[in-house]
């Protein structure tokens, strides 16, 4: 099994680009989520989904949309990106609720926005 | 609001010391606490957790964790350090809606030989 993979790894983008970040999991979990990972704040959620067809806003949705069309993938996009959301990017899934059970997550994009 | 504190940026132990990662929490309701451990270029890895029961969790690569209410802690021990121990260590704790979770900030652990 992979587990939770993530594409790509890297990107730089020049202000006002857009791009969409893809996750993808094998492990049949219903719960993913995307993070962004800054210095000195840890993990800060922007959106999640409990379910394929389901999405919903974690702590810092602005600027951030997200599609989960299949129980396997949940893509992340960017419609216009802005030097603020340079940052690293990590998609995670679990069974349950992140709340109550493990998340699992995957190696991360690092994204830079000039 | 539901959250972790980790007091120190980073924690410096040698190799074969007892070693051991701070976080205290403020909740309403009953605390669910994590921790998670991020290897350099790799994504988070879970090392324990506390829902209920007994106050000392065991958890993977020889971590455990103590909860103590009266102090509203939870701190990570380990009771040898390794040097591949060396990583970013994040506390979290379920939010107050009980779907998610709320990430500290991150300790940094060096384990020197």
């Known amino acids: 099994n992979a587990g939770v993979t993530q594409t790509p790894k890297f990107r730089v983008l020049k202000t006002g680009q857009s791009m969409t970040l893809l996750c993808a999991q094998d492990m049949n979990h219903e719960y993913m989520y995307w993070y962004r990972q800054d210095p000195g704040m840890g993990l800060r959620l922007i959106h999640y989904?409990?379910?394929?067809?389901?999405?919903a806003k974690g702590e810092v949705p602005d600027g951030y949309n997200v599609s989960r069309l299949k129980k396997q993938n949940f893509l992340l996009g960017l419609e216009s990106a802005a030097p603020s959301q340079t940052s690293v990017y990590f998609c995670?899934?679990?069974?349950?609720?992140?709340?109550?059970?493990?998340?699992?997550f995957g190696p991360g994009t690092r994204l830079t926005v000039l | 609001a539901q959250s972790v504190a980790q007091p120190e940026d980073q924690v410096n132990v040698a190799e074969g010391n007892p070693l051991t990662v701070k976080c205290t929490y403020s909740v309403s309701g009953n605390p669910y606490l994590f921790w998670y451990v991020q290897y350099p270029n790799r994504g988070l890895q879970f090392l324990l957790k506390y829902i209920t029961g007994d106050n000392l969790v065991k958890g993977s690569y020889g971590f455990e964790a103590e909860f103590n209410k009266s102090q509203t802690s939870f701190h990570l021990k380990k009771p040898s350090a390794l040097v591949s121990d060396s990583a970013l260590y994040f506390c979290?704790?379920?939010?107050?809606?009980?779907?998610?979770?709320?990430f500290g900030a991150g300790t940094i652990l060096r384990v020197k030989s």
């Open positions: 989904s409990v379910g394929e067809g389901t999405t």
């Open positions: 979290a704790v379920r939010d107050k809606y009980g779907n998610k979770l709320v």
């Open positions: 995670a899934s679990s069974w349950g609720l992140a709340a109550f059970n493990e998340q699992f």
